[in-house]
């Protein structure tokens, strides 16, 4: 069976202080993963597309890493505006649809 | 500007009355798909359509009807609403998903069922 799991459920971070979010999966066949962030009260905002194990993008405090089990998101020196929940979904070969997990609760504190 | 347009975004509403959440989207995208999201279950989905006239049950169908006239919308129906539909929807879209696109979601629309 498909499934994505998150850890931690919830983080708290200095600002300032770096850190990594994990999104392990199972999946029949991967087609993507990706990572989305998610502010209260609005719908998920895309970052990254990840394809095959050992590839990686950046997008000014985040980067995201990929391989044959997991992903991470690392956060480089975090800032308050980077609190949010990051969401991981994965889409696998077989089938037209995602699987999300259930997100990591990401608060930076000034 | 390029988005995904769910209304309304609160509902209250009883047990047994019928209700329709509307989805639109502006992209000419040929995949939409709605969620619900719960706390600790995250999102999960209800239903996809692949194309016009092309819908296809999701993880968690049981009580949801869809639509796929037209290309730019996918309205949500519930017939006869219960408590445990209580939760956040969302709709969301893509182009052709062979090219692992990612989804362009909507804002969301908060759903009390009493």
């Known amino acids: 069976e498909d499934q994505v799991t998150q850890s931690p459920e919830a983080l708290r971070l200095q600002e300032g202080e770096s850190s990594s979010l994990n999104c392990s999966y199972t999946?029949?066949?991967?087609?993507?993963l990706f990572w989305y962030r998610q502010d209260p009260g609005k719908g998920p905002e895309f970052l990254f597309t990840l394809y095959s194990a050992g590839e990686e993008k950046e997008k000014e405090r985040l980067k995201a890493t990929l391989t044959k089990k997991e992903s991470f998101l690392h956060i480089t020196a975090p800032k308050p505006e980077d609190s949010a929940t990051y969401l991981c979904a994965v889409q696998a070969e077989t089938g037209n649809q995602f699987y999300f997990g259930t997100g990591t609760s990401l608060t930076v504190i000034p | 500007e390029a988005q995904v347009t769910q209304n309304p975004r609160y509902l209250i509403t009883v047990t047994g009355k019928k209700l329709t959440v509307t989805c639109s989207q502006n992209?000419?995208?040929?995949?939409m798909s709605w969620y619900r999201q719960d706390p600790g279950l995250g999102l999960r989905q209800i239903y996809y359509s692949m194309n016009v006239e092309v819908t296809d049950k999701g993880d968690v169908p049981e009580g949801y009807k869809v639509s796929r006239k037209e290309k730019r919308n996918f309205p949500l129906i519930l017939e006869s609403p219960s408590p445990n539909q209580t939760s956040l929807y969302f709709c969301a879209s893509s182009p052709l998903l062979e090219y692992n696109s990612p989804l362009h979601f909507g804002n969301g629309t908060r759903l009390t069922v009493t």
């Open positions: 999946v029949s066949g991967l087609r993507g």
């Open positions: 992209m000419n995208h040929e995949y």
